[in-house]
């Protein structure tokens, strides 16, 4: 196959998930961002986490929640659970590398707070204890996976699903849908009068 050709089919079928993804999910990704939003607004944060790319994927997100996406306005809480190495192989050498993201939920997770596990397969041990956790102690959860991700998706109140079973196609919907979720969360939370605001100025 030649080059250009290779290039062509990569973002053709990228754009062609991407799109069938958003479109049989509009109403699930306003649902969530608006719960994530009443989280935040009650003084609630945001736990999330995954494993190599989606490890990235997590800290992203969770910069721009604390940083800034499209608007000037006050951090959001956020935290990535796999960036500190410290406590990662603490667990991990302790415990098991299947606690690393659970033991940190029980230290970190709060009633009302939104945990996010990210997994392309869906099947990440250490992803899906921490959301048996955060079940267990009544924070809600949301999964970015994939249609193959069935073990995480009957775990999670809120399974956002790539149609696909190619890695690079759900990792790259699954930044968009962050992208998509912060800016929603920002005008959701930035938009209303500001004396039904919670959020630290």
């Known amino acids: 196959m030649e080059i250009e050709e290779k290039i062509r089919k ?5 754009i062609r998930v991407k799109e069938q993804f958003f479109r049989e999910n509009i109403s699930l990704i306003k649902e969530v961002a608006e719960i994530i939003a009443k989280s935040l607004n009650e003084g609630g944060k945001i736990l999330i986490f995954g494993n190599g790319g989606s490890a990235t994927d997590a800290s992203h997100i969770a910069a721009e929640f604390v940083n800034r996406f499209k608007r000037e306005r ?11 190495m410290a406590v990662l192989t603490a667990i991990a050498n302790d415990y098991d590398y299947s606690e690393i993201f659970a033991k940190q939920i029980k230290a970190l997770g709060e009633c ?42 009957s775990k999670v109140d809120y399974a956002l699903a790539v149609p696909s079973e ?7 919907t699954h930044i968009t849908l962050g992208h998509i979720l912060c800016e929603l969360v920002e005008d959701i939370l930035f938009e209303i009068p500001a004396s039904k605001k919670k959020i630290r100025q």
Do not use: C, H
Request: glycine fraction near 10%; hydrophobic fraction near 35%.
């Open 166 to 172: 190619d890695t690079p196609r759900i990792q790259e």
């Open 74 to 84: 006050p951090g959001l809480p956020a935290i990535a659970l796999n960036t500190d």
């Open 10 to 14: 990569a973002y053709e079928e990228s």
């Open 112 to 153: 009302g707070d939104i945990v996010i596990g990210i997994s392309t397969s869906g099947s990440s041990r250490n992803v899906i204890k921490a959301i048996e956790v955060a079940k267990k102690r009544g924070l809600k959860s949301i999964a970015f996976t994939s249609k193959k991700g069935e073990k995480l998706i």
